[in-house]
């Protein structure tokens, strides 16, 4: 039995990029907030030193910061025919844990999704006709638009200091800048960060290509700066640590750099951590949310009463706790029907390899930061005419290499050995001299009648709880989109100078042991009715009225960028609605 | 940055009956931003005399089969040298090899490539198996233990292990993959952890190591970075 705490007015779930928002917009309204964290307190100063900080093997490949798959996993399989079995060491995505969530490991890509990603369905339905969209794709329009979502962008930007450089302002397209993207009503708050060599001499080799290159927008600042809250960041320096590690510099944006410090000042918040929650409570008709339930260190659980619900935790993790408690109705792949677990995506990242002759070219890929490079994205959303095609999506493409760690940069031209001296002297020769981005092209992963989430029947975590179990495999419009983004990326590379290119395009089977990027989306996603959504254009579930959920769990699917500032941008508009309509009058925001 | 209130208030909220993964206990944090001096330690430097793991036997075997996968050249030393086997041991006598950070729970079933790894057994248990497999491999075939061959035959049953012809009683490459990639963190991780001895890999591409600051190089283009590698532990002015 769950021994009872004193109820708060608020509960939020994951003291992550979204949970650390909402608990600093709603404690400005004086409500008395406690936010329950399943990882442990991190801080630059105490957890991040400039000493130890950039160690490749205990961060990056021993996963120092992030979730233990011994503490909870999912399971993963193809299609239905197959039995899930458990994700036993993490690979294609990262789970974080802790205070700053994500928002501690990630690059800090600071990207907004473009106007026509928000009305997806209609948009292409518009464009090509219902026909260009397969039969068993199941995208749809988000319920708001950009339009909306715009003031709230820049706020989220605004709190982290992206540097970058406008490609559009208020309608105005900007040279230097992505003229692609929607109008922004001001400035990025920094101007964008330096180059290394490899990512100019891209910028160089698409313009000659005739694309319009611009600076990747970056949540790693080119200059000190102190956001609204008074919060000062500093500059960062290209340490080639950034993605998998914390920053030691303060310069990359996240909960602990730009809104912790202010958020901790309310006397009315409270933060409690390694504790997990593991129910969101419900009345007896299952409509309203009585709080949450969750287990300390010592195992003993606790129940937590509060008047508002706000689950942030990790998209994963979002849905398996609706599942759990029974919010909503458990989607079936078969009928179509339910929404919680419809609508899973994640992306569909590709590479070429570009060797160049050592001689002539030294990269020095080492110096580079999370978000740095050069980008086109031409060839991103519906950018470009699809007709003909055979596919729809798409994604920036862009020398966005953040790293030259060791033990991970490890592209060697066709042909090497995997080891002997061949090996070695190919590692000796081209270490300096290859350009190696991971994302380089960073494709959209459209959503599908069977890739879906929900509970496993078989295994189960620390608390015997099912885990979640994913049903994901990639399709032929994501492989083609994949390989045409490749072809065009490799063109570039050519153009650069490359003498020998390796083109990696995206195949199939989906593959839960390769790393592409954590941009897991989908699962309780956003939309304009009960019959396409769980939760309605304020994040607020049709079922609870008094449960919201956060982050890129409520994406319709995946657009061709990463999908951070969206988030931030989603829960800036969450917590307006909270603040201005719902809190005078709690209930549906929208009426069913 | 605001300086944070003074009153901050840190405390336990039950009695420690089970630690969590990491060791901390469930915390009530209010106030102001929490402070633990060294709340992340350096990671300590591993002493490279002596074996934590292996067996003779077996340290034996890693060093012939990390000296092939890494064979000495004239600028730069092999695995067995760089330290990649004392490496290996010290991970393998840690929570490494006992696979502690992992989803462990069964049941165990073979999957699909794409469902990744599921096999029961720790990184630790893999190398006891097939490091006994592979010497009973060589004796059986060879009439010599597998750290007595010449290096034209390690590479003969090095080959066979890459290509699944040789499988030392485990799926097929598994202890290939396995060891390789074991082999070549050592060589390029940082030498607090035992390899890249004298950061002899770092030398050889060309990677400054553990430093922390690019912003005056990040753009001087095509222009080689001048400076020796430095390490966590470790820094060439340092030893004279």
Redesign the interface.
């Known amino acids: 039995m769950a021994r009872k705490l004193p109820a708060k007015d608020v509960v939020i779930v994951g003291l992550g990029w979204t949970g650390a928002i909402l608990a600093h917009e709603l404690a400005q309204e004086g409500l008395d907030i406690v936010a329950i964290e399943r990882g442990p307190w991190r801080d630059t100063a105490t957890d991040f030193s400039p000493a130890y900080a950039q160690d490749e093997l205990r961060y990056r490949i021993r996963h120092e910061l992030f979730l233990r798959p011994a503490q909870t996993s999912l399971t993963f399989r193809n299609n239905r025919s197959q039995t899930a079995l458990p994700v036993r060491e993490w690979g294609a995505f990262m789970l974080g844990n802790g205070v700053g969530g994500g928002g501690l490991h990630w690059n800090a890509e600071t990207w907004r999704f473009l106007p026509s990603d928000f009305s997806l369905r209609s948009h292409l339905t518009q464009r090509y006709g219902a026909g260009a969209i397969p039969d068993d794709m199941t995208i749809q329009d988000w319920g708001v638009t950009y339009d909306e979502l715009e003031p709230h962008y820049d706020k989220f930007e605004y709190l982290c200091g992206t540097s970058g450089t406008a490609g559009n302002l208020k309608g105005v397209i900007q040279s230097g800048g992505n003229p692609f993207e929607g109008p922004r009503g001001r400035p990025y708050p920094t101007p964008a960060q330096k180059q290394g060599y490899g990512h100019a001499l891209f910028g160089k080799g698409a313009a000659e290509l005739g694309y319009k290159p611009f600076p990747q927008p970056s949540g790693n600042l080119s200059q000190a700066y102190t956001n609204p809250l008074g919060v000062e960041m500093g500059p960062c320096t290209y340490c080639g640590f950034c993605e998998w590690f914390g920053c030691a510099n303060y310069s990359k944006a996240s909960p602990q750099t730009t809104i912790l410090p202010v958020l901790l000042r309310h006397k009315n918040f409270t933060a409690r951590t390694e504790c997990e929650v593991t129910k969101i409570l419900l009345d007896k008709e299952g409509r309203h949310a009585t709080g949450v339930t969750f287990v300390d260190t010592s195992g003993t659980e606790w129940e937590q009463p509060a008047e508002l619900v706000i689950l942030s935790a990790f998209q994963l993790f979002n849905v398996q706790l609706l599942l759990l408690s029974g919010v909503g109705k458990r989607y079936d792949p078969l009928t179509g029907e339910g929404q919680i677990g419809r609508n899973f995506s994640h992306q569909t990242v590709s590479t070429a390899y570009g060797f160049f002759d050592n001689k002539k070219f030294n990269f020095n890929p080492f110096a580079a930061s999370g978000a740095i490079g050069m980008c086109v994205d031409e060839f991103n959303g519906d950018n470009f005419d699809h007709g003909g095609k055979g596919f729809v999506g798409g994604g920036y493409l862009g020398q966005v290499q953040t790293n030259g760690r060791p033990i991970e940069t490890t592209a060697l031209p066709k042909g090497t050995p995997l080891w002997g001296l061949k090996w070695k002297e190919a590692m000796r020769d081209n270490y300096l001299s290859t350009i190696n981005a991971g994302s380089a092209c960073h494709g959209s992963c459209y959503s599908y009648k069977t890739n879906h989430l929900d509970l496993d029947p078989t295994y189960v975590d620390r608390f015997g709880r099912p885990l979640v179990r994913m049903t994901m495999d990639f399709h032929d419009n994501e492989l083609k989109m994949s390989a045409y983004l490749t072809d065009r990326y490799a063109e570039i590379l050519k153009a650069m100078g490359a003498r020998e290119v390796v083109k990696k395009p995206r195949k199939g089977p989906y593959d839960v042991t390769d790393y592409q990027t954590s941009h897991l989306c989908g699962g309780a996603i956003m939309g304009t009715s009960p019959q396409n959504s769980a939760l309605n254009r304020y994040l607020q579930s049709w079922d609870v009225p008094n449960l919201f959920v956060q982050g890129a769990t409520a994406f319709p699917q995946n657009a061709g960028y990463n999908p951070t500032d969206t988030v931030g941008a989603l829960a800036y508009w969450s917590a307006q609605a909270i603040r201005s309509q719902y809190l005078k009058h709690p209930g549906p925001l929208v009426d069913a | 940055?605001?300086r944070?209130?003074r009153r901050v208030v840190l405390s336990s909220?039950?009695?420690?009956?089970?630690?969590?993964?990491?060791g901390?206990?469930?915390?009530?944090?209010?106030?102001?931003?929490?402070?633990?001096?060294?709340?992340?330690a350096?990671?300590p430097k591993i002493d490279p005399i002596g074996w934590r793991y292996f067996t003779s036997d077996e340290a034996a075997a890693v060093e012939a089969l990390v000296d092939?996968?890494?064979?000495p050249?004239p600028e730069?030393p092999g695995g067995k040298d760089c330290g990649c086997a004392v490496f290996i041991d010290r991970q393998l006598a840690g929570p490494?090899g006992s696979a502690?950070?992992?989803?462990?729970?069964g049941?165990f079933?073979d999957?699909?490539?794409?469902?990744?790894?599921?096999s029961a057994d720790p990184p630790a248990v893999h190398y006891r198996k097939a490091l006994a497999a592979l010497d009973k491999h060589s004796q059986d075939t060879l009439h010599k233990k597998f750290a007595e061959l010449s290096d034209e035959q390690k590479?003969g049953i090095?080959h066979d292990l890459?290509s699944g012809k040789v499988t030392l009683g485990g799926k097929p490459m598994a202890f290939f993959q396995q060891i390789?990639k074991d082999t070549?963190?050592g060589f390029?991780?940082?030498p607090?952890?035992g390899g890249n001895r004298g950061m002899a890999?770092?030398k050889?591409?060309?990677?400054?190591?553990?430093?922390?600051?690019?912003?005056d190089?990040?753009?001087r283009?095509?222009?080689?970075?001048p400076h020796p590698p430095v390490s966590?532990a470790d820094h060439p002015d340092w030893n004279g």
């Open positions: 940055m605001p944070p209130d909220i039950a009695a420690a009956l089970a630690a969590s993964p990491l901390a206990q469930a915390a009530v944090i209010e106030g102001g931003m929490p402070w633990t001096a060294d709340r992340a350096p990671p092939r996968l890494i064979p050249d730069t490494y502690e950070a992992l989803y462990m729970k049941p079933h999957g699909t490539p794409q469902q990744g790894t599921q590479d090095i890459e390789l070549q963190q390029f991780a940082d607090v952890y890999s770092w050889m591409v060309g990677f400054p190591g553990a430093r922390y600051d690019y912003s190089w990040i753009d283009h095509n222009e080689r970075y966590i």
